[in-house]
């Protein structure tokens, strides 16, 4: 099926391992079709040994779409849409660490995530992905329907607002001066569907999740909760999970439309030290 690529699922139940290719030279576009298919068809695709400054991180992905910003991490000096992201060996909170959906309260989300590893840990610090589409493909009936109509308000408040579990005195203690934010946007709301549709492909998939999805529109927080809690528990089963252990040189681009991620904090005393590209979405629909 592949010409240019070699494409290696044993990786886990979602993704796939991509060799054959130097992320940092200048790919044709049939190296370029044929990366952005396997990414499709496998929700999350890995690279290792690669050796990529940053702005030839923000190259790789620009090739799959516009650069996109993040709103409260301030990114390194030599390019605007590679942000850093550290865990020092005294640090106690890790970043991303919970099942979500990187900034899913946007009012137009990211598509897809492109980390790349420059530290890692002897042991641990590995990321769990899971596939949201054939989660959402293993529901009842009846739930999809129930669900399928209904809207999420989305909002940055329960991490990153007054209050929230990214507690700002302590993140910048924790991760340095590069976290902070605009506070008004960190208390914004808006609003997506509980489960969307994928833009490329036309799959569903479950799109709400604790840190991210205040309630269900109409419903309280309280009565949501329980919901979420369900459908968590529910696409992070066994089946659906990929455990991926990074290395020095490891890239992972993954789709945020139908992926959901959690970086398991698991390494005390040891240090972690990746940059993330993300690359603009559209509206979930």
Known sequence: MWKTIEVDTSVGPVGAIISGVDLSEELD???VSEIH?????HHIVFF???DLTPPQQ???GELFGELDTYPFMKSVDSHPNVIPIIKEPETKIN?????????????VPPKATLLYAIEVPQNGGDTLFA?????????SDGMKSTFGEMKGVFTPKMVHGSGGSYDKKEMKKELGPSYGGNEEFAESEVEHP??????????KSIYCSKPHTHRIKGWSHEESHSIFSFLTKHLTQEKYVTQFKWEKGSLAMWDNRCVFHNALNDYPGERRHMHRVTIKGERPI
């Open 29 to 31: 576009e049939e190296v």
């Open 37 to 41: 298919q396997a990414w499709l068809k």
């Open 48 to 50: 290792r040994d690669q």
């Open 58 to 60: 923000a190259a790789f």
């Open 95 to 107: 970043f991303g660490g919970a099942w979500h959906t990187d900034s899913s309260y946007k009012e």
């Open 131 to 139: 596939n949201a589409t054939a989660a959402y493909q293993d529901l």
């Open 194 to 203: 509980l489960m969307r549709t994928h833009g490329e492909t036309g799959n």
